[in-house]
């Protein structure tokens, strides 16, 4: 791969990239601090809880520099409720702080080797449809919305302030078909609605002219296998349908597909 484009609607995770990409060392640094400041509060949760609040408190003040917000915005992800990603109207980070023992916080690691996978990559921030705009004959286009809910119950995708509701997954569906009238590649993926209700033709229905396969995918809720952050007994495995839909013009082995979410 020589260029490569990705793009979200949601600004702070764009800034946290584009921080990883720029300024990786400096990332680190605020993270060891901040995982060494949450660690040292380990057996006393009052102030373990404490931490968490006063720094989401933080981090929805948005006045962080660049690499202190997306510090926070990792360190959020790494010590919150089952790692969720969840705003209100307001922008606000609103999920409460997971059950966690000395979390992984500063994965120097990893912050590295996407920061030098990230230097062929250009990074935008903005609706779906720019994409367009840096595409070429060869362009791939991958797609990964925020998924339609599987259940009233599960009625979540509000990863910016404005949802992605059944109109955006139609608008969604829509620039596909502009990409295939332009003979791009493109591939979809999101939750299988009809896996859950037989019923719900939804993606069925808005992408039968193209091609879908279903993947039933293993998911992982805990890494404790027994309880979760609720005390609450998990037996079994857990599995999360998968569907994938991709463009008529051009043929992509289904196999890849299907390696996606291995």
């Known amino acids: 791969m020589k260029k490569a484009v990705i793009n979200d609607i949601n600004e702070d995770l764009i800034n946290t990239y584009k921080t990883i990409a720029s300024r990786p060392s400096e990332l680190i640094s605020i993270l060891q601090i901040l995982q060494d400041e949450y660690h040292n509060l380990e057996g006393n949760e009052d102030n373990k809880k404490l931490y968490y609040y006063q ?68 990074i935008l921030c903005g609706d779906f449809e720019q994409t367009l705009n840096y595409a070429d004959n060869n362009s791939l286009f991958y797609f990964d919305p925020p998924y339609k809910p599987l259940s009233e119950t599960s009625s979540f995708n509000s990863y910016a302030k404005d949802e992605f509701n059944d109109d955006e997954q139609i608008r969604l569906k829509e620039f596909c078909n502009k990409l295939d009238l332009l003979n791009h590649t493109w591939i979809l993926s999101n939750s299988d609605v009809k896996g859950k209700d037989e019923n719900d033709n939804f993606f069925d229905n808005l992408y039968s002219d ?35 839909v991709r463009s008529s013009q051009k043929g ?4 890849s597909l299907t390696q996606l979410v291995a």
């Open 252 to 255: 992509f082995p289904l196999q």
């Open 210 to 244: 193209f091609n879908i396969q279903r993947v039933e995918a293993k998911r992982s809720i805990n890494a404790n296998p027994e309880k979760n952050d609720l005390g609450v007994t998990l037996k079994g495995r857990a599995f999360r349908f998968n569907l994938f």
């Open 55 to 122: 720094k989401r408190g933080l981090y929805n003040s948005r006045k962080e520099e660049q690499s202190g917000q997306a510090a926070l915005f990792i360190f959020l992800n790494r010590t919150c409720f089952n790692g969720s990603y969840r705003v209100n109207r307001k922008n606000e980070y609103n999920v409460p702080m997971g059950g966690y023992k000395k979390p992984t916080i500063c994965d120097k690691e990893n912050i590295l080797a996407v920061s030098e996978a990230l230097q062929k990559v250009e």
